[in-house]
Nanobody, 130 residues
Framework: QVHLVESGGGLVQPGGSLKLSCVVSGLTSDEFVIGWYRQAPGKEREGLSCIRFSDGFTYNTDSVKGRFHVSTVNTKNTVYLQMNNLKAEDTAVYYC???????????????????????WGQGTQVTVSS
């Protein structure tokens, strides 16, 4: 059973940085893609940054390109999301999701990911406010 646990959320001022962690267990293949997503109140969940364990390939969606960066460690059981230059509109619950997708970009850009990606963590709240 795939299990994901996010941590690292909190309150940060505009322009600040935050690093989220997603501890992953139960993966049966290196072909899994781990993605970071977020959902603000009243909005659909959206993809941010994704990484594939087998080759370390990463993809960032246009909404966070240049500000957010996804990475993993050699043990491949933790995926990070480094968020820089945070803005008020980045306030949301942040989730990590896992699934096997041929295209990392497709999994990150997918619409309505909540119903189309198999495994999710419980989420961590990020609030950007002065």
């Amino acid at each position: 059973q795939v299990h994901l646990v996010e941590s690292g959320g909190g309150l940060v001022q505009p322009g600040g940085s935050l690093k989220l962690s997603c501890v992953v267990s139960g993966l049966t293949s290196d072909e899994f893609v781990i993605g970071w997503y977020r959902q603000a109140p009243g909005k659909e969940r959206e993809g941010l940054s994704c990484i594939r364990f087998s080759d370390g390939f990463t993809y960032n969606t246009d909404s966070v390109k240049g500000r957010f960066h996804v990475s993993t460690v050699n043990t491949k059981n933790t995926v990070y999301l480094q968020m820089n230059n945070l803005k008020a509109e980045d306030t949301a619950v942040y989730y990590c999701g896992a699934d096997i997708y041929t295209s990392v970009q497709h999994m990150c850009d997918i619409r309505r990911p909540a119903s189309r990606i198999d495994y999710w963590g419980q989420g961590t709240q990020v609030t950007v406010s002065s």
